[in-house]
């Protein structure tokens, strides 16, 4: 099988179907609103989660016409039902995610975390997702819990960068120069607070050292 491309897709105010209203196709729904899809729901049975999003519901079977103005369509119902929703957006040039069924997808939701804006996704291509969780945990335990200072450290010397013509290849190095500092300013203000709660005086520095 070839390599997958990561991608993030921006998804707002677009048109997402999802085929199947099952308590699997109810566990999908929450990440659809979250990027702002308009999401259509296509299902016989209608999971109580599902009825109370905001959501549009056409409670019956899926036909091919209700990807004719889709973005993007999860299928969460039976592999028969899969392969007719697949068949049908690969008619239209859409992708799918197949729930728990590779063979009818061409599009994979994989483990995510999601922190002070950033969004990491781990992909197993379909085959082993009970793996992807266990990164997404072990990851997002890994991350630094002052990730928002890091975030705004980022915006804030870009936008330096780009006035200053700073080229791309010379920004990671800059930036991580930027992010010592500040483990380095916060390290000093620790001790000193440490000596002074012990009665020992701070020096401060004369004005050559400044």
């Not at 200072?149 to 791309?168: C, D, L, N, Y």
């Amino acid at each position: 099988m070839p390599e997958l491309l990561p991608i993030f897709l921006h998804l707002r105010g677009r048109r997402v179907v999802l085929v199947g209203a099952g308590p699997v196709g109810a566990s999908k729904l929450g990440q659809l609103l979250a990027a702002g899809a308009d999401v259509r729901v296509v299902a016989p049975e209608v999971h109580a989660d599902v009825v109370a999003a905001p959501v549009r519901i056409e409670k019956r079977e899926f036909v091919a016409s209700d990807l004719d103005d889709a973005w993007l369509v999860v299928a969460a119902a039976t592999p028969d039902v899969n392969r007719q929703v697949a068949d049908a957006a690969a008619e239209r040039h859409i992708f799918v995610n197949a729930v728990d069924d590779p063979p009818n997808a061409t599009a994979y939701l994989g483990g995510v975390v999601r922190r002070d804006g950033v969004t990491l996704a781990i992909s197993t291509s379909g085959e082993a997702p009970a793996i992807a969780g266990m990164l997404r945990e072990a990851l997002d335990a890994l991350l630094p819990r002052d990730l928002a200072t890091w975030m705004a450290t980022a915006h804030e010397s870009r936008r330096a960068w780009r006035a200053e013509g700073v080229p791309m290849e010379k920004r990671r190095p800059l930036l991580l120069k930027a992010l010592n500092r500040l483990y380095a300013a916060r390290e000093g203000a620790v001790a000193a607070r440490e000596l002074v709660g012990v009665g020992v005086p701070v020096r401060q520095p004369s004005s050559e050292e400044r």
